[in-house]
Each structure stands twice: as structure tokens, then as C-alpha cells.
């Protein structure tokens, strides 16, 4: 992307912005007024730069950053009058009326123009980009996180299965395939990946006890949960991986939902 977007200033700097301002008599204008249009090829460059580095960026913002950028814009083309006005005498014509923009004062603001915009749209497209690239890479990375301790804990159990009694026969209900423990009065409802749920007529009390212990946790009166499985945690739900929605924490259960490190930090009951 840097490669690109060094390419693309040389390529307007280099060429195209020296290609507009031939298109008017600059040639002559240098011959008279050298120093004035050099002076103003260097505020052209200026506000290019400002446009692709600054304000451009500052169009991916809130309302606030578009007021920035206008104000910018105002005292950009306060000082571009200011220097168009001020006194540059070229020979002139017959054809002169006076009263009239002279030619240099026109071929002033067309340049400023195209220079503004393109340097606006360059910079906002480059910043949106670059935006759009991090967002990218952070949620590779953090997918990438999650997939490493989704695998760890995956491989953990991945060879573990409970046997459950449902519908008069016993069923293999693999570790590293359960999603959550659902309680349904006297019965236990297993949720699985990709497979049918199994419902079993035990409680949520005695199927704890048949799991191995610091891989699962219960959090509610009514739910197990996978510890490998909890994307995110708040004060009242759980988010699990490969659940859309999330579980509720019952008062009773946030003490087994708490890092060692919490437990350890608590102050102690006199």
C-alpha cells in the first residue's frame, strides 16, 4: 500500500500537477514574475500534502472532522485570494478590461481546485483503505486467538465422551462436540455441533459429575457450559464460540466463572 501511495504523489507531482499549470502561460509568468510563481507552485504543493495527509483522513471522522476540514479549506482559500489579489503586473493585452480576473488569477483557482480534490480524494481513499486493512488484520488476529485456545481446549477432550440413557438406549455424546448443558426440569438437554440434540433424563447436578473437572463450569441453575467454549464474559451472560446467543449467569454461579487471578485479589470475609 505504501509503495502505491508513494507512486501515486510522484505521478501527480511530478506530472500531472506541473502538466496543469503549462496549460496556462506560466513560461511567460516566469519570465516576469519568477519568484511569485514559484511562490505559488509551493503552496499548491503545500496543500496538496495537506489535503492527502491531513484533511482527507479527517473526512473519515465524525460531523466534527468535516467542520475541521471546511475551516481548512476557508483559510486555504482566504490566503490563495489574498496572493491571487495581490499586485502582479504582466503585459497586458488590448483586449484587457479592466475590472476583469486577469488570466493568472483564473489559472490560480482552476489549479487550486483540481489540487484540493485530488488531494482530498487521495487522502480519504488512502486512509480508508489503511482503516479498513487494520480492521482486517485485527480481527484475523483475533480469530487467529481464538482458533489456537479453541484448538488447545478442543484437543484437550477430544478423545473424551459421557454416556447419556435417552430415548431407551445409550448414546456417546463426545466432549469436544457439546455446544452447552441445557437444564429442562428433570431432564438434561445436550446441545451439539452439527448434530441432533440429546435429551436425557437426568439432572444438571449429576451431569457435572460425569464431566472432568476445570473443562466445563456450570453458570446457571439451568445451564453447563464448555470453559474452552466462553468467547466473552460480562457481569450477567456468557458468549459462547459456535453459539449465537448468549447465556444467562445465575448470582449463585460467578464465583466459578472468575480467573484465579480475581479470586486471589478478593478481599477476605471477616
Known sequence: MKRSN??????????????????FPVGEWAQWHSTYVLAYAGWLYGVYFLCRE??????LNSFRGLWTVAGALFLVGAVTFLMSWSRVDFPRDADTVSGRMELHQRAMWVLLVADVFVGLSIGYYTARLKAQSVSHEAS????????????????????EEILLKSDYKTVHVPLSAIQY????????????????????????????????????????????VPVWRIESKSGTAVQLMGVKDSLPIGRAFKDSLKEPEETENEPEKS
Do not use: W
Open 181 to 224: 448443558i441445557e437444564s429442562r426440569n428433570n431432564y438434561s438437554c445436550v446441545h451439539l455441533d452439527h448434530q441432533e440434540d440429546v435429551v436425557s433424563q437426568i439432572t444438571l447436578k449429576k451431569v457435572i459429575d460425569l464431566l472432568p473437572e476445570g473443562k466445563f463450569v456450570r453458570i446457571h441453575r439451568s445451564y453447563i
Open 140 to 159: 484475523a488476529a483475533l480469530d487467529n486467538a481464538r482458533s489456537s485456545l479453541y484448538k488447545r481446549s478442543f484437543d484437550a477432550v477430544a478423545d
Open 6 to 23: 508513494h507512486l501515486v504523489d510522484i505521478i501527480f507531482c511530478i506530472l500531472v500537477l506541473p502538466g496543469m499549470m503549462f496549460l
Open 54 to 59: 491531513v484533511l482527507g483522513r479527517l473526512l
